[in-house]
């Protein structure tokens, strides 16, 4: 097949994919049929997205097309989508034997995180990769309910104190899922020790905890901050929270 002929073929299949607007009106086995390796990288995501809409039928294709085609990381990223708890296991037995495709795996793990152990996600979160540690983060959100303060702020030790911006603000956002006394001082030294944007989001979280253990941190801080710009956000925060 010539190039132009292949790209008008790609053309049709991502009109046809785009104007189904409902995924369960696609035949799976016609998207597992029309996947190839040669196709552009979108379009390939965008079958295997679809064959991931399509829960335990799509799963079942992808399976298929997982041992005809080996593994990719369209079918990673598709078996996330599909919540099937076999997709799941398959998905944890590449994290365990395989370090190929790591960061598309933890991505697709995400919604699992509460199946995470508690050293596992240390191990990931101690990577220096900036995109691992955000997608430790992530699984990390779906886990927190099952975590006392103390331990989560352990867990946050290192991502706290990341010299990445974005780490660090993923971090806070995790943290700020407890309302704790323990949570909120922590989120108060994030404040006092953190350049602008950083402690501002450290008192956004506070704001928005609202119970009486961040009242307390943000009068506090009110009170005790040097810094004009972080004062005033305290003050902000916590005139917020008694409307």
Known sequence: MSENS???KE???REKIYLTRKASSLDPSWLADIYSTSLEKDL???IAERLGWLGSKGWYHLKRLIDQEG???EFIFASGLCYQNEAKDWLFRQLNYSDKFQLETLQALSCWGADFSIQRLKNILSEESQAIRLAGLEILNFKAHQINDELLVEILKEPISDFREAVVLKAIRVLQRKDGR???NE???IVKHSPEKISDAALIALGSIANIN???VLLRLSQS?????????ALKQLSQQFR
């Open 6 to 8: 292949l790209i008008c």
């Open 11 to 13: 053309e049709i299949l």
């Open 44 to 46: 390939r995501y965008l």
């Open 71 to 73: 593994i990719q990381p």
């Open 182 to 184: 323990i949570v909120c």
């Open 187 to 189: 989120l108060a030294k």
């Open 214 to 216: 961040s009242n307390q």
């Open 225 to 233: 901050l040097e810094n004009s710009q972080k004062k005033e956000m």
